[in-house]
């Protein structure tokens, strides 16, 4: 555990666990977009063993012992449900796990029982943690979300010792994929920049709506072709869910068209922020989800 570099302007209880809350207007975030993620968290904050272990596989597969291991304390920045912090528990030392929304409040019921992580209510911007205090740092599906995304990854470098690492997830560009799967995505754009703006529980149905109508027959689409072409499968739109759960499909419809705030970066211009951020070894993940990368400080 690490101790706080100021003090908290309040404490909020969450089942007889107090969570130090240090948000601040100065917090590098949209207001709009913290809102929808906490509700959205709230709503899809649990997580079987199961569910945990095969999603944090897919985005952990580049974490090797020598960045990552019992010595290591860590900070999970964006925490979100708690679910990557809860996997790696029994890979590090400890975990430091932060999130500006009311997503502390499933992150505290999902992680109580490993002992060896504690939420707080903190941000990018009002990190409440003194510079390299961490040996492994990791954001995963939040900077793309930010106002500053150069601004975020270079706070969350300067959070990471010397010769420690940081991993993050960011939206990718679409810059491996065919024109005609970029235009579905455009298209799909404008949908989400309406649903978005609605209020919660409409934004809830269309989601839900879009998960029906939309995924599924993607994900039979790609069942379908997986039968004659593993190659082929991979080229089909959305056919990263083919064996995702219906909960995954739903959540991730939610956040991916009822999130008010979306940025997408391609590799160069990610390997540009991390150059720009001071770390080095850079190296990506040649699987979905694009792009999660390491570097080292």
């Given at each position: ?37 906490g509700?959205?968290?709230n709503?899809?904050g649990?997580f079987?063993e ?18 990552l291991?019992?010595?290591?304390v ?19 030392g ?10 502390v ?13 504690r939420?707080?209510?903190?941000g ?22 930010l106002?500053d ?5 270079t706070?969350?470098a ?22 005609l ?8 754009n ?10 919660q ?14 995924y599924?027959?993607f ?14 499968s ?13 909960k ?12 008010p705030l979306e ?7 990610i ?12 190296c990506?993940?040649d ?9 080292r400080?």
């Amino acid at each position: 555990m690490i101790p706080y570099n100021r003090k908290p302007h309040g404490n909020a209880d969450v089942k007889g666990t107090a969570v130090a809350d240090f948000t601040s207007q100065h917090i590098n975030a949209d207001s709009k977009t913290v809102e929808s993620f906490g509700e959205e968290w709230n709503r899809f904050g649990t997580f079987t063993e199961a569910e945990i272990q095969r999603a944090g596989e897919q985005y952990f597969d580049i974490v090797t012992e020598n960045m990552l291991n019992k010595n290591s304390v860590c900070l999970d920045i964006g925490c979100g449900s708690g679910r990557w912090s809860k996997f790696i528990s029994q890979r590090a030392g400890f975990v430091e796990a932060i999130d500006p929304s009311e997503a502390v409040i499933p992150a505290v019921k999902l992680t109580q029982s490993c002992g060896n992580v504690r939420v707080t209510r903190a941000g990018y911007g009002c990190i409440p943690f003194d510079k390299e205090s961490f040996d492994f740092v990791f954001s995963l599906g939040v900077v793309h979300h930010l106002p500053d995304t150069q601004g975020a990854i270079t706070e969350a470098a300067s959070m990471v010792k010397k010769n420690g690492w940081l991993l993050l997830y960011i939206y990718y560009s679409l810059d491996n994929r065919s024109g005609l799967y970029k235009f579905i995505f455009h298209c799909s754009n404008f949908v989400r920049l309406v649903i978005s703006s609605m209020p919660q529980g409409l934004k809830n149905f269309f989601c839900d709506f879009i998960a029906v109508t939309v995924y599924l027959p993607f994900v039979a689409l790609t069942r379908f072709v997986r039968l004659f072409s593993e190659a082929g499968s991979k080229k089909v739109p959305l056919s990263y869910y083919a064996d995702k759960p219906w909960k995954v499909i739903r959540n991730d419809s939610l956040d991916r068209f009822g999130t008010p705030l979306e940025k997408r970066f391609s590799k160069k211009e990610i390997t540009e922020m991390l150059d720009n951020a001071g770390m080095k070894d850079i190296c990506f993940s040649d699987n979905e989800p694009y792009w999660h990368v390491v570097a080292r400080k």
